[in-house]
């Protein structure tokens, strides 16, 4: 039988700026990408993908996720230090570690989507799929990676 400590209200430790930052930026990537996905998708029932006006909302989501990251990450540390009344955990060596595997998993994501997008391009496919499929990509590898840190990040890291 193992033998479980949970860990008591006062002994947990305050998330550090690398968890804080990946939470931020999951929250973020999601809600920005389902939010595009509602402006421009409903479009195509009634519009052909080449006359879609996609771009603009697409550089907003992108922007919001980059910006809002940083900012809400910074919203986030203040909160969390006034509650807990510590500030966050620098990041150490394991939380770099951390940091860059789940980075390698998410640009290995967008190196195999990056292959898929040039053979889009090379069958002359429209703009609107070539750049739709690219976001799409690029938010489902930024979001398996912040997953996947935040996951090592709660457990155990082999480095």
Request: overall charge negative; charged content about 15%; aromatic content about 6%.
């Amino acid at each position: 039988m193992t033998d479980i400590h949970p860990l008591a209200d006062d002994d947990r430790e305050p998330m550090s700026l690398t968890e804080v930052s990946r939470w931020a930026s999951l929250t973020l990537i999601v809600v920005t990408t389902i939010v595009y996905g509602f402006i421009v998708l409903p479009q195509l029932a009634s519009t052909p993908p080449g006359d879609i006006d996609w771009q603009i909302p697409m550089l907003w989501a992108i922007g919001i996720s980059i910006v809002g990251t940083i900012v809400l990450s910074i919203i986030i540390s203040i909160v969390s230090a006034i509650i807990t009344r510590r500030e966050p955990g620098k990041a150490d060596v394991r939380e770099k570690q951390i940091e860059r595997y789940g980075d390698r998993i998410g640009q290995s994501i967008m190196a195999v989507g990056t292959a898929v997008v040039l053979v889009m391009a090379m069958l002359e496919l429209d703009a609107f799929w070539i750049g739709n499929t690219l976001f799409a990509l690029g938010a489902i590898g930024s979001s398996i990676g912040a997953i996947m840190s935040i996951r090592a990040l709660r457990g155990v890291f082999g480095g």
